[in-house]
């Protein structure tokens, strides 16, 4: 799967946060990485979240996940 816009990066996010609470957790980031063909090792995921996350709770909101693809 190739993501080419922002509303499908925004729609991906929407999907895979499934408590609505602005935030994807790491389980959340893998298993959506897996389905777009990313399967990243544990290593390189714990490094996007620390470059993403500004909130230092190890989870990423819609802003940081739509920054993450714009690179």
Do not use: V, W
Request: charged share 35%; net charge negative; glycine share 2%.
């Amino acid at each position: 799967m190739r993501i080419t816009n922002h509303e499908e990066i925004r729609q991906m996010f929407l999907r895979y946060d499934k408590d609505r609470s602005g935030y994807l957790s790491r389980e959340s980031i893998t298993d959506l990485l897996r389905q777009i063909n990313l399967p990243l090792e544990n290593d390189i995921i714990d490094a996007m979240i620390a470059e993403c996350a500004t909130n230092r709770q190890g989870k990423i909101d819609l802003y940081e996940f739509l920054r993450f693809f714009e690179k």
